[in-house]
């Protein structure tokens, strides 16, 4: 609500994602998402937008960008990565999602979670809003992470302005977030005080500052 006084904002769920439904008969994989992004833009007939993503959906804002540059007038990356996974993070991430395939309940997915923001913030914000069960195309979409690529050399080549937003506190993406910073020619970097991963949960009012400088 409060960026929605000064921009025009779209928040997209993915299929099994938040309330998007999902076609049970049909399999989506990682690389399918920035095709429902160019379909939902070109049905609103948006030419050119702000992209911002978060964590998973900064993985798709780099698949998009680097397939369809021309949309995007401005990309804000928010606690993600462009570097390939290690083969140690592949196998992480090969495991957490067979796991949620096989148990497909929220148990393990608060495990994962919880780590994520700061304080009680898990308790209070996440915890209650995990449904009991998982819906299946999550998990093989985190499968299909597995052969996620770099976009290093696509964001070198970005004539666009990319502002990097991360937690302080974000143990696995504070690194990251700083190698993608040196290499981008037009890119900024900011740093939220106190917040781990979820940032605009563990420090909201910082982060709607931050965004609204953007236009």
Request: with cysteine; glycine share 4%.
């Amino acid at each position: 609500e409060k960026l929605g006084l000064n921009f025009q904002c779209i928040s997209l769920d993915f299929p099994g994602f938040g309330r998007s439904k999902s076609e049970h008969d049909v399999s989506i994989n990682f690389s399918d998402l920035k095709e429902i992004v160019y379909g939902l833009l070109k049905s609103l007939k948006i030419e050119s937008c702000i992209l911002l993503g978060h964590s998973f959906g900064g993985y798709v804002s780099l698949d998009f960008v680097s397939e369809y540059p021309s949309f995007v007038k401005q990309l804000i990356l928010v606690s993600t990565k462009a570097f390939e996974d290690s083969d140690i993070k592949k196998s992480e991430r090969l495991f957490f999602s067979q796991e949620l395939m096989k148990r497909r309940y929220a148990s393990y997915l608060h495990l994962q979670l919880e780590s994520c923001l700061s304080g009680g913030n898990y308790d209070t914000l996440i915890k209650k809003n995990i449904e009991t069960n998982v819906d299946w195309h999550i998990a093989k979409i985190l499968e299909s992470l597995t052969k996620r690529r770099s976009y290093i050399s696509e964001l070198k080549k970005l004539r666009i302005p990319v502002k990097i937003i991360v937690g302080e506190d974000d143990d696995a993406f504070l690194l990251e977030a700083f190698a993608m910073y040196k290499v981008i020619p037009d890119a900024e970097i900011e740093v939220i005080p106190e917040a781990k991963h979820v940032v605009f949960l563990d420090n909201l009012e910082h982060f709607i500052t931050l965004i609204n400088k953007y236009d």
